[in-house]
């Protein structure tokens, strides 16, 4: 697990936690985002049991446990795309403020490599 600031340039900063827990039975192991605004520690986090999941299936997981308001929505999502090695969503990027070009710079290393 990492725990890293998020600055995406539009003038918030996030928290963000992502890695892998070891999972059970089936499921050898569990990927997990978290993210909170500001400077506290990401309060919601997210489990998930294999990392190719589409915007729909994520919605509904992420809203089972809390309500993000929709830029830390959406900065959520193309987070996980990025730190899962998907393509980024055309979709979630026109919903947010523009980033800077660089955004990608400031991910660590994913633990998926």
């Known amino acids: 697990m990492v725990l890293f600031t998020f600055e995406p340039g539009d003038g918030n900063s996030y928290r963000v936690i992502f890695g892998r827990m070891p999972g059970r ?3 050898p192991y569990y990927t997990v985002i978290g993210i909170a605004e500001g400077s506290g520690e990401p309060g919601a986090w997210y489990a998930f049991d294999y990392e190719d999941i589409n915007e729909e299936t994520f919605r509904r997981h ?3 446990f809390a309500t993000l308001h ?7 999502w193309r987070l996980w795309l990025a730190l899962t090695h998907q393509a980024d969503d055309p979709h979630a990027a026109a919903r947010l403020p523009a980033w800077k070009p660089d955004w990608r710079a400031q991910l660590p290393p994913s633990e998926l490599d």
Request: no cysteine; charged share 15%; net charge negative.
């Open 25 to 27: 039975g089936l499921v």
């Open 62 to 64: 992420v809203d089972m």
């Open 70 to 76: 929709s830029e830390a929505y959406w900065t959520a």
